[in-house]
């Protein structure tokens, strides 16, 4: 019987271009890499970059009629946006920098107009526990 003999089922095995590592771990690498160049982020209901003092807490839009009701957003959403926002920003930076027919003048136009909107976003920098997570 395998389990008396302690044996346990190998782990699932690839070869690429003579490399061998278990076929999980592959898979991992593989999907966090297209992940990363898609700019793609997991979604994170209580991200870890938000400050401790915004946990749980809401975000509340009070329209200036108050005949209109109010939205309230948990701050983990908001905050996961902000977040997406900011991360499809650096995908677009990286992506201008690398277009092959964009002249010199053309990729630095484009990239005062990314100075901008981070300059515009970071009104949220509150919202970071860490300072190099800002914009």
Request: hydrophobic share 40%; proline share 8%; glycine share 4%.
């Amino acid at each position: 019987m395998p389990t008396d003999a302690g044996l346990v089922p190998a782990e699932p095995q690839m070869t690429v271009t003579e490399l061998t590592q278990p076929l999980a771990q592959f898979i991992r690498e593989i999907v966090a890499a297209a992940a990363g160049q898609w700019g793609l982020e997991k979604p994170d209901p209580a991200p870890e970059t938000l400050g401790a003092r915004w946990h749980q807490g809401r975000l509340v839009l009070h329209p200036a009629d108050p005949a209109l009701q109010t939205k309230e957003v948990p701050l983990e959403v908001f905050f996961h946006k902000i977040v997406l926002m900011r991360n499809q920003l650096r995908v677009l930076e990286q992506k201008i920098n690398a277009h092959p027919r964009l002249s010199e003048a053309e990729k630095v136009e484009m990239q005062q107009y990314l100075t901008r909107c981070y300059g515009s976003m970071t009104t949220f920098n509150v919202l970071f526990k860490d300072k190099e997570d800002q914009f």
